[in-house]
């Protein structure tokens, strides 16, 4: 049999990735203005797509991000008012009229077309309870007419997503015609996962691999210095993963938890609302979605209120892995008795 590696974990995959790119790079290419070092071709596997976090410091996960992306693309939204608010930086890429188009997978993937009324998504998995060993459980995602414009900024880097249900699980392979090594194989890995994850849940079956191909995997040169302080801390610190073991989905998750978790962020977003430990206790949620609502929490005192630190007894209701991420990322906005442990 003929295939990519395969890891237990997103951390060992990501590591593995950026190692190869840095040390054993085919190409250095210049394009839109960024220089970069290049393998082409690239696949590999995990064996455990739900472990899809990578715990290392140098990198600075956004966890946060990572979660409003993933349910900004389950609601089929492509506004830039909601992401923009996680990522600044998208607002760049915005049409005039507040939208992404490239960057915004989720109408292409969760937003009803065609004369049924359904999504790309809904026709998979109807497709997938009704015949199992289906092979055409996928996604199309980037579009022909986005190299029209040859200067379009926001062209689609994922070009369609596959789902499988194999042995009683259900796989997933995401398909790619470039990654950014350091940011975006991140993202995308994260988010496809949870999608994958999602789907899981809707069809009652556990979850299975996660293969990733890519056309063109890079690493821009100006993360070097970020990719060999990666490096480095995953060889000092090996185990990390371990230490933060991955909470799986609940299995009674559905539409209606997406729609409740959503509701919250909108609130949060907006600072309309805070979620204190007694509003959070009172979520009708499994303790899964009541974590990932109180991450939203700690982004609005983060956003909203800039000249105080994260209250600790916010940061005390998320799971040690998720604290220690936010620890990582705004160790400045953490009071003094912060602090996961060794």
């Known amino acids: 049999m003929v295939h990519g590696p395969t890891f237990h974990t997103f951390r060992a995959a990501y590591v593995a990735v950026l190692r190869h790119i840095a040390t054993a790079h085919q190409y250095e290419t210049a394009t839109r203005g960024k220089h970069a070092l290049e393998v082409v071709n690239t696949s590999f596997t995990i064996?455990?797509?739900?472990?899809?976090?990578?715990?290392?410091a140098a990198r600075r996960t956004?966890?946060?991000?990572?979660?409003?992306?993933?349910?900004?693309?389950?609601?089929?939204?492509?506004?830039?008012?909601?992401?923009?608010?996680?990522?600044?930086?998208?607002?760049?890429?915005?049409?005039a009229d507040g939208r992404l188009s490239g960057t915004a997978y989720g109408p292409r993937l969760f937003r009803p077309t065609g004369p049924d009324r359904c999504s790309q998504f809904d026709r998979v998995i109807a497709l997938l309870r009704d015949?199992?060993?289906a092979k055409r459980g996928a996604m199309i995602i980037m579009r022909p007419e986005e190299l029209v414009d040859p200067a379009n900024p926001d062209v689609a880097c994922t070009l369609g997503l596959q789902l499988m249900r194999r042995g009683g699980r259900l796989h997933a392979t995401a398909y790619m015609r470039g990654n950014d090594a350091v940011l975006g194989l991140l993202c995308d890995t994260f988010s496809f996962?949870?999608?994958?994850?999602?789907?899981?849940?809707l069809l009652g079956v556990a979850v299975g691999s996660y293969a990733h191909h890519v056309g063109s995997m890079h690493i821009n040169k100006a993360d070097l210095a970020k990719v060999t302080a990666i490096l480095d801390e995953s060889e000092q610190a090996p185990h990390q993963t371990a230490r933060f073991p991955a909470a799986p989905m609940p299995l009674d998750t559905s539409w209606r938890t997406v729609e409740e978790v959503l509701r919250w962020e909108d609130e949060l977003r907006h600072d309309r609302r805070a979620l204190s430990p007694a509003a959070f206790a009172g979520l009708p949620l499994a303790a899964y979605w009541r974590e990932v609502a109180m991450l939203f929490e700690v982004y609005r005192q983060i956003t909203h209120h800039?000249?105080?630190?994260?209250?600790?007894?916010?940061?005390?209701?998320?799971?040690?892995?998720?604290?220690?991420?936010?620890?990582?990322?705004?160790?400045?906005?953490?009071?003094?008795?912060?602090?996961?442990?060794?």
């Open 47 to 56: 064996t455990d797509p739900v472990a899809r976090t990578p715990y290392l």
């Open 62 to 95: 956004n966890v946060i991000f990572n979660h409003a992306e993933a349910l900004w693309y389950l609601t089929g939204r492509d506004d830039i008012d909601m992401i923009g608010y996680y990522a600044p930086r998208l607002r760049t890429l915005a049409t």
């Open 131 to 133: 015949d199992p060993d």
């Open 193 to 201: 996962t949870f999608i994958q994850e999602f789907a899981a849940r």
């Open 306 to 342: 800039p000249d105080q630190p994260v209250d600790p007894a916010t940061l005390a209701l998320l799971r040690p892995g998720h604290r220690w991420l936010v620890e990582q990322r705004w160790p400045e906005r953490m009071p003094a008795t912060a602090g996961s442990g060794p």
